[in-house]
């Protein structure tokens, strides 16, 4: 079964970057592509970067301009580049195809504090 694991977390202060990365296990090419979700405290869980059918790039509009999604097909890894972060982005961050259909994976913290 395939497993994903999220890292590149941390605490960071406002203005702040950090680059998180997703790495699946096995090939999930038949699967469909990681896209990055993240769940805040007392609150659901929320897509906020993804790959269209099309292969081009959607975000939530509260980090619209400010994160990047990207991936590796080969090293069946996704990342997600935050900048100009935001109290309001912590979160755990997690990845999934989207709908999501693997099951979750750890997550990795962000924190945005000073």
Do not use: H
């Amino acid at each position: 079964q395939v497993q994903l694991v999220e890292s590149g977390g941390g605490l960071v202060q406002p203005g702040g970057s950090l680059r998180l990365s997703c790495t699946a296990s096995g090939s999930i090419f038949r699967l469909g592509t990681l896209n990055w979700y993240r769940q805040a405290p007392g609150k659901q869980r929320e897509l906020v970067a993804y790959f269209s059918s099309s292969f081009s790039t959607l975000y939530a509009d509260s980090v619209k301009g400010r994160f990047t999604i990207s991936r590796d097909n080969a090293k069946n890894t996704v990342y997600l580049q935050m900048n100009s972060l935001k109290p309001e982005d912590t979160a755990v961050y997690y990845c999934n195809t989207r709908p999501s259909i693997l099951p979750w994976g750890q997550g990795t913290q962000v924190t945005v504090s000073s």
